[in-house]
């Protein structure tokens, strides 16, 4: 059911936030029939681009990294994917009870999972690294997330549409500030030896 869910949700979000919403599922399922699937699109996509295709900035020639550097790099990519929508997913059960939502069923992963699907399905422009594409991509998919949270949570979540704009907000707020840790955590990885490893 999480695939379909998944089609859904980027053909026809608002019936397919209902449908979720009365299709529960646990958490098991939705890391092996959803997210570990899904999150591999970026990560593959990654690797090949980054070992095998390469990329070039202006006239410069162009710059791969080896298989060993690229492979580490987007493992620790994909673990970042993993833990990312876990931890997102327990805050938007934290927020609950603030906004009036019903704290026992525990739905803030399925939400993070479902609005993150157009971040997951656009990563495969990462398989042909050419920078302004894939930051045009980028931006659509957050869009597109950012507009799923927005529409999710008053459906998922049970809540009247003044208090789901401010809980969306409020996990909104939760994902940038990971976003930014994110990228501190990225430095002190690259400073304590596992950076990018060129192959020229």
């Known amino acids: ?41 970026p990560a593959l996509s990654a690797f090949y681009g980054a ?3 390469g990329w070039q ?18 493992l620790l990519f994909y673990a970042a994917m993993l833990c990312g929508l876990f931890i997102i997913g327990k ?3 934290f927020f609950s009870t603030t906004y009036g ?18 971040l997951f399905v656009i990563g495969i422009t990462a398989v042909y690294p050419i920078l302004w594409v894939n930051m045009a991509a980028g931006v659509i998919a ?13 459906i998922l979540m049970e809540v009247p549409e003044d208090r789901g704009f401010m809980f969306a907000s409020a996990v909104l707020t ?3 500030v990971m976003l930014v ?3 501190a955590i990225s430095v002190v990885i690259w400073s304590i030896g596992v950076g990018p490893i060129y192959t020229n």
Request: glycine letters at 6%.
């Open 1 to 41: 059911m999480s695939l379909q869910h998944s089609i859904g949700i980027l053909t026809n979000p608002g019936k397919e936030w209902e449908s979720i919403r009365s299709n529960q599922e646990s958490t098991s399922s939705l890391y092996l029939r959803h997210i570990i699937l899904l999150a591999l699109i």
């Open 51 to 53: 070992s095998e295709v």
């Open 57 to 74: 900035i202006s006239d410069g020639e162009i710059v791969k990294l080896t298989h060993n550097s690229a492979a580490q790099l987007c």
């Open 91 to 93: 805050f938007i059960d």
């Open 101 to 118: 939502a019903d704290e026992t069923k525990h739905k803030g992963l399925a939400l993070a999972t479902y609005a993150a699907t157009p």
């Open 142 to 154: 957050i869009c597109w997330a950012v507009y799923l949270l927005f529409e999710g949570i008053p």
């Open 174 to 176: 939760v994902g940038l």
């Open 181 to 183: 840790g994110l990228l």
